[in-house]
């Protein structure tokens, strides 16, 4: 017997009424809904971090980020309204779209150099390293 997936219910062929009515886009509401943060990557280099967030669609005034006790926040809220007047009757759409993200910077961070810069849906946020923590080069030690 295998497991029938169809429309988010997992072997169940008969949502249940109440899922039903409380779906976003029940009687022609919302068509989609995100409740997701975006995704992010983190890489780390010789001399920096670097955090890539994938939020295509914003513009970079839309983020807004933060330090604060070795803790950086990106976050963005959008709201929009759309108005459609047919004849006598108007459709009104809000839209409302908000997410946080929280990342605890290691001590090897340093916090005074950290750039960001947007471009094609990604968010970059550059984290350079202290520069104790950056790798020391190789040298020869003479014997004596």
Do not use: C
Request: proline share 6%; net charge negative; aromatic share 8%.
């Amino acid at each position: 017997m295998n497991l029938v997936k169809r429309n988010g219910h997992s072997a169940n062929l008969f949502p249940s009424l109440i899922e039903e009515f409380f779906r976003p886009d029940w009687m022609g509401g919302m068509q989609s809904v995100n409740h997701s943060v975006p995704p992010v990557n983190i890489r780390e280099t010789d001399s920096a971090f670097t955090v890539e967030l994938s939020a295509p669609g914003k513009n970079k005034d839309d983020f807004h980020i933060e330090i604060d006790n070795d803790l950086l926040t990106i976050s963005s809220e959008v709201k929009t309204e759309n108005n459609a007047e047919v004849g006598k009757y108007t459709r009104r759409e809000f839209t409302f779209s908000s997410f946080k993200r929280s990342f605890t910077l290691p001590d090897s961070v340093n916090t005074d150099e950290i750039k960001a810069n947007y471009d094609n849906g990604i968010l970059s946020i550059a984290l350079p390293k202290k520069e104790e923590a950056l790798p020391k080069p190789k040298r020869l030690i003479d014997i004596l």
